[in-house]
């Protein structure tokens, strides 16, 4: 019986290292949840396919046994994950444990994700709830070297944070010059286009982002020659903090180096 | 007497540093300040919302009492910045002070936006005056930690201002040789596109900085091929000054951590 | 005899000096292997402009000259190279060794090349084999400094390989983020263009990479606004990947100083 | 006489040092050659304008005398420059290097130059040769920090030739591969635009620089995918060489300031 008990444990304890990354001795993910991304990231395509209608006409069935078994594998894994999550604090009563992570937030968000899964009535029209399955992703992304590169990545720009912002505030303010310029010009004349300065912002945002639609432009030549001046400012706009960017991560690389030659 | 003197000149000097960011003593902006931040901001917004006729008239009143209400803000700020300015250089004539301040070029901007805002008559059309309420903002922003990110911006781009101005001459004479050429090739066969430089211009600025409207585009082959030329130079236009900025950022940088090594 | 043997086998020498570029003795190209880029080069542009039936009637014959003459001349280097391939191993049999270099890789993406460059009917319409002859340059640019910058470029690339999969990893969120909230907001009065998903990531597609043909576009103020957020968004998109690209590049830069420093 | 003789050489040599900006002792320009630059710029705004027929119809006199006076100041300068080029080498003959002057490329060009402004019958279309009048500036941009900078530019541009030259390769075999995807997939659902391989390189183009006018765009299903990777790889065709210049102009700048810790 003991040695029944220490199977059992045994186990649990290796069902526990596959669903929880932080419990791996080994490097990368474990079949499982190689398994689960693979899964989560069908049933994403399979959300955003399923807003056609003329897929969903042709596939509904395929699209509605797709999600059954997506919920059934993701209740599985939470079955499992509960029933192993006494692994995570061995000391902590088992009872306790689970409750716990049951109405914990990440309890409670699978719970929600598998019911909005297998519930059709609820899965109608919920596209955004089932696109936020792919928050999952982040759960089992939270070791490796990604990690680290966000890391990396958000410590640069956080040490460029007001440069950045005085960036945006620059822009702005170009912005807001540039509509008003345009809804004197030529508010008149295309009142549709230009006639107030909300309207003047759409063409203002379009234009310094280098996007250019084409939906409007202006028409007169002191409108263009003032699009033109904001159509060089928003080169600006792009080269400011893309320089502010690649000095940032520069100076984070030269730093790490720093560090490695102080050990 | 004295006791209520002092306890006067106590309170004068507390609401002169809830006005000054200068004269405070501990870091960020006072309460008051950031009243006045949030009451600027909600004018500007509602200066550009106004411009749109179906708003203006949907929510007239409402405009016209959200006016009102900065109007008289912004007086009992100017009327309480006269009254303490005098905390300013204690030494002096408190009149002459407050006289000083009145026509200086802060005093006479403030009362500027005060009329613009309170006189109905005057704000009719004044959009720009309006806007440029947002002007005060640098007034409070003259401290911390965005001017001297303002700074050291500045200082870089300032540094580097022979290569960005040589950056601007190459991508003017790139604009006229692909302007002219266009001229030649599709003038006579879009003569309202191409028909003249001045025309063809304005398609060599929307495509050098690859906004692309689309209100403008060659549709010969020779005006093709001169067009993917001029396109590909765009490109550089853009990778020139980014690279240039990201060259002096990270530099500045470096100079900055030089100078922190050496004290 | 002998004597004739020797001079033989001097000119097979110097016929494979001039083919294989790894066994010149001197930098550059040899007038051999210039003259096959050049042949290769007007071999692509034939491809290239045949597909145009206007040309194509017009100049039919001139093309299958071109095409007959580049068939031949790659025959004959292939001959040529069958000849002289004994010449890099000098000691193994030359029959094995021909045998082996006409089943190799190389030989028998050669032999494909000049068979569908002679036989009419393959020709008809595989244009994409016929620019893989362009590959064939591949082999003749192993040597010299564009394969060493290559090597450069793609060492910073693969260094920061997790930060660029990541700017791609957040790039993609943010596709989803915009187009399912662009489908939310125009899909029911722009159904053709917002009425799914993957509909509306066509347009999330165009605006973040800030190409914007504008056949897709919001049309309320709501999907404006989004757009907009969208269109800032973008602008993080080409700085990140850029910003990281430049730090990557320096870096490159400085450690290969330090390792001359260090010689 | 010798007095006057003196006097007279006196006077002729700082003509020369007005005109000649390396014969000069101070910094900066002469206010000859800032008035020389001013007319330079008159004269091509005008040539720009001029091409406009409704300009050009309601200003012909004013165009007209513009050219004239431009044509006779030049006209003085190149009189005073032959006259004061016996200067430049005191001890050759005056005849001789007044020849030598008149018959040098500069001497040519701006004899053309002149006649081309003067001559009615020449100028009625030469733009491009009016417009060639911009080139002599670089004469005077000799000297300078502007040169400086074109030289410190150059220098960091041409130590990533082959980084650069490498990043136009892969650019150009991306587009060809674009292209001929978009050839084959929606050749013959748009043939006036996607209907050969140039016509798809037209789409191609516009597409990698990411100006996108939208005159050609695909419009099926699989057309849209493969233009969403052509897009993105647009956004690396443009962070690659902005990546390497910024990497180029920041290693400039640190060799700078290592060449002047060394002295």
Known sequence: ????DHRF??????VYAELEPTARTRQGLSATNKFLVLVTLIGAVTVVLETEVTLQTAYANLFRAIEVAIGLIFAIEFVLRVWTIIEAKPNAGSLVSRLKFIFSFDGMFDLLIILSTLLPFVTANLVLLRLFRL???LRIAKLGR?????RSLSEAVHSRRYELLLTLYLAIGLLLLGATALYWV???IQPDKFGSIPRSLWWAVITMTTIGYG??????SVGKVIASLVAVAGIGLIAMPTGI???AFSDAIQKHHGDEDLN
Chains 1, 2, 3, 4 share one sequence.
């Open 215 to 220: 939906d409007v432009y202006p028409i007169t």
């Open 1 to 4: 019986m003991a040695s029944s």
């Open 135 to 137: 928050v999952r992703l």
């Open 186 to 188: 030529e508010g008149a």
């Open 9 to 14: 444990s045994d186990i649990r304890r290796s």
């Open 245 to 247: 960017l690649a000095a």
């Open 146 to 150: 990604l990690s680290k590169a966000f």
